[in-house]
């Protein structure tokens, strides 16, 4: 006899349950509502996309291009590769589709991205993000909003163990200066550089500054700072960032070693980070690439935008201890008999109809008086709406509290509608008064 066959998910791809949802469900809500507060449009992108389009935005000496990207070639000998991040899609989108030409767009968008890498908590081969971008606008004013929303967001959420971090790469003319320096100290510590870093030494020496390897750490503290190698222009934009968000009241710390792990970037970059979460402890992270438009064939523009991780803000959401679990119906409806079997659903639905805010569960599958009262219980809800043949007879509905012994009243069908919100909002008091 064969063994039976079950089907497991993809190692890094993960199911979220119904009793997991209440975190994500909340980001989302508060989330939408926030940056529409502040202007910003939601769009949707491809999950697919042209390689070359991450080879050429996220550069090819990055991880993520390197070792980590879904791609395959398709029918057609096209590369294709599932999104690893979702700023170079909105990009594309804003080029494809001629959003650009001249306007200042704020737009986001969110869904899952997928990169090969090795799973582990706060780190997934299929994670979500939520996508930040701000395109046209050139000041610090921007980048100052951008990271003030984002306070705000975790103050909404009850989240608290965050800390953000703050640098400026300066433009690129200002980072090659900055990088030949980096590359002539490198090349005088090369015999301590893992294979990785001598590697990139040649094609984005940067990406050493950002070696986990603790036995580099020496090396990468000791090398020359990029903030002491800025333009004067990037520096005048960085200080300004600086005063704004000390203005307003948010605290920040300055890391020189901070770059960002793709290539995009310039001026403010900023990571928002946790000491809740373990090793990952980066929750959003973002910065400006204002040479990435024109890179990809559009017209120079300056952009900022940031990326936040939904597996873990939901994760520092459930340790605020946020109200996540689903609402208990306020009716469950317990029916018996065959008239009442083909007559509930059409009740119930005219109830909904007129009474939109009040959440109706009925009892499906049949069972007993006894099994389906059992079943009410467990729902929570606070209120039985029992309907048998009898009932539907004599034009009533059965109505008993579940949760006080205030005894079970008729109701005629036709007042029903009438008669629930005053029972609710009367046992909801006896409820806060008990």
Request: glycine share 10%; with cysteine.
């Amino acid at each position: 006899m064969e063994k039976s066959f079950l089907v497991q998910a993809v190692r890094g791809m993960n199911d979220v349950l119904p009793e997991q949802i209440g975190g994500w469900q909340l980001l989302e809500r508060v989330t939408r509502e926030l940056f529409a507060a502040y202007g910003f449009e939601e769009m949707r992108v491809p999950l697919v996309e042209n390689t070359a389009l991450f080879k050429r935005a996220i550069g090819e000496f990055t991880d993520i291009v390197e070792k980590e990207m879904y791609t395959f070639t398709d029918s057609g000998g096209d590369s294709l590769t599932l999104r690893p991040e979702g700023t170079a899609g909105v990009v594309r989108a804003a080029i494809t589709n001629g959003l650009l030409r001249g306007a200042r767009l704020k737009l986001w968008t969110s869904g899952p991205m997928f990169r090969h890498e090795r799973p582990q908590k706060g780190r997934y081969r299929q994670f979500h993000q939520i996508d930040v971008e701000a395109i046209g606008f050139a000041g610090p004013d921007v980048d100052a909003e951008l990271i003030a929303m984002t306070a705000r967001l975790w103050r909404q959420l009850g989240i608290t163990r965050v800390k953000l971090k703050l640098n400026s790469l300066g433009t690129s003319q200002s980072r090659r200066a900055y990088r030949e320096k980096l590359v002539a100290y490198f090349r005088q510590h090369e015999s301590v550089l893992d294979a990785d870093s001598r590697r990139r030494l040649e094609g984005n020496p940067l990406r050493i500054l950002d070696s986990k390897n603790p036995e580099m750490q020496a090396v990468v503290s000791a090398a020359p700072l990029l903030t002491d190698h800025l333009d004067p222009e990037s520096r005048e934009h960085f200080d300004a960032l600086c005063a704004m968000l000390a203005a307003s009241g948010i605290d920040y710390v300055l890391d020189p070693r901070l770059v960002r792990g793709l290539d995009y970037y310039s001026r403010t970059v900023f990571e928002w980070v946790t000491d809740a979460l373990g090793a990952q402890d980066a929750i959003c992270s973002g910065g400006r690439y204002d040479g990435l438009i024109n890179q990809l064939g559009g017209d120079a523009t300056p952009a900022i935008g940031f990326a936040m991780g939904v597996e873990r803000v939901v994760e520092l959401i459930s340790q605020a201890g946020m109200p996540l679990t689903q609402p208990p119906p306020d009716v469950y409806v317990i029916t018996s008999g065959e008239r009442a079997q083909r007559n509930t659903l059409a009740l119930v639905e005219k109830i909904r109809d007129e009474l939109p805010q009040v959440r109706l569960h009925v009892n499906l599958g049949g069972g007993n008086f006894k099994a389906q009262f059992r079943r009410a219980d467990k729902s929570g809800a606070p209120l039985a709406l029992i309907l048998g043949d009898g009932e539907f007879e004599r034009g009533v509905a059965a109505l008993k509290p579940l949760r006080q012994e205030t005894g079970q009243s008729e109701c005629p069908l036709s007042e029903l509608t009438a008669r629930i919100p005053a029972i609710l909002k009367d046992l909801a008091g006896l409820s806060h008064a008990g």
